[in-house]
């Protein structure tokens, strides 16, 4: 499901840049169009049309400002990668719906800064792990930018320190031609149940899509990420991730399986209201959702911890040693998750 995008917003000072003419050189039907500062895209329009409209579209940009940067949530020494932002995906549950102002995908094109960036990091920290998807889908752009192809031959060079793709595209075919794939870039996955992907992963290759893709990537030699996040509770979930788990499990080994990332919705208010904006019926809102002692809207801590416990069961029954992570979670609910299944 790889697509050219409906047109390609250029910023005037960037035009002739080297990065931007490969780009354009692969792009033969799209219109393009010169701003002044990609910021400004779609400015006239209401909050919905931009957000419906301007993702079928690419804008090439410079970043002016930093382009990683270290992440406060996590433990010292992990980075972000802001070489691109947003989304041409629409998940309801997405928090890029309000982060950025634009909602044009923006490549970057000052990617030899961030390449020389990732190396000074590389040889400054013990064992810096980098994040690509924080603010993008890692590969949606891929077959245009050939960015997998650039971290796969710097990180050949670096036994420390790992880079994680996390994306919901196919756009592998740049990671899968690559002989003896380093096992420090690591692409991972997010799965939903089709009926769920179906509703709210808008734009998406299918769950099929995604699973043949991680497959692919393991055939070539790559340890693989999954991400079920966010698991959402509609009614008989429990049947529907039970199969999902099973059909992973299925095709994918389980050998080649870096970790697994379990996760429910944890929405801030901002997004709440986004998605009560643009999907007044999401299953991502409706429910059992609450506000929490942080101010994001969550399930309540006992299904939480049913949920994690039953997808870590259901999870186990392929597979005893799998690395089971939750994302966001507190340390109590770690405990009461983990305390007595593994
Ligand atoms: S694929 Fe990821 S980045 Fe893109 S809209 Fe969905 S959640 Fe957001």
């Not at 409209?53 to 930093?66: I, P, Q, V």
């Not at 509703?199 to 991400?227: D, N």
Request: with cysteine.
């Amino acid at each position: 499901m790889i697509q050219t995008p409906d047109k390609v917003y250029v910023e005037e000072d960037i035009l002739d840049h080297p990065f931007t003419q490969k780009i354009l050189s692969k792009i033969h039907s799209a219109p393009i169009i010169c701003v002044e500062n990609y910021k400004k895209i779609g400015q006239e329009k209401s909050f919905n049309q931009r957000a419906d409209e301007d993702k079928n579209s690419l804008a090439l940009a410079s970043k002016k400002g930093e382009l990683i940067k270290n992440i406060g949530r996590m433990d010292h020494g992990q980075f972000y990668l802001f070489h691109e932002i947003d989304c041409k995906y629409d998940c309801e549950y997405c928090y890029l719906q309000y982060y950025f102002q634009t909602k044009v995908p923006v490549v970057f094109v000052n990617r030899d800064e961030v390449l020389k960036k990732i190396e000074e990091l590389l040889n400054s920290f013990e064992n810096p792990y980098f994040h690509v998807g924080e603010v993008c889908d890692a590969l949606a752009f891929d077959d245009l930018t050939e960015f997998s192809t650039d971290i796969v031959e710097l990180f050949s060079k670096h036994n420390k320190g790992t880079i994680e793709f996390r994306t919901k595209s196919t756009n592998i075919n740049n990671l899968i031609s690559i002989d003896s794939p380093p096992k420090n870039v690591i692409p991972s996955w997010t799965f939903s149940p089709k009926k769920i992907a179906d509703m709210i992963e808008h734009k998406t290759p299918s769950f099929k899509e995604r699973l043949e893709a991680a497959r692919r990537c393991q055939e070539s030699g790559y340890t693989v990420g999954v991400r079920l996040d966010p698991i959402i509770k509609i009614e008989g979930w429990e049947d529907l991730y039970q199969k999902m788990i099973q059909e992973l499990f299925t095709r994918l080994d389980t050998k080649q399986i870096d970790y697994i990332s379990l996760g429910t919705p944890k929405h801030n208010k901002v997004l709440f209201e986004t998605i009560k904006k643009r999907f007044p019926a999401s299953p991502t809102i409706l429910g059992e959702l609450f506000p929490s002692t942080d101010g994001k809207y969550k399930y309540l801590k006992f299904q939480r911890v049913d949920i994690y416990k039953n997808m870590i069961s259901w999870i186990r029954e392929y597979d005893d040693n799998i690395r089971i992570e939750l994302s966001i979670e507190s340390d109590e609910v770690k405990e009461l998750v983990f305390e007595d299944i593994d």
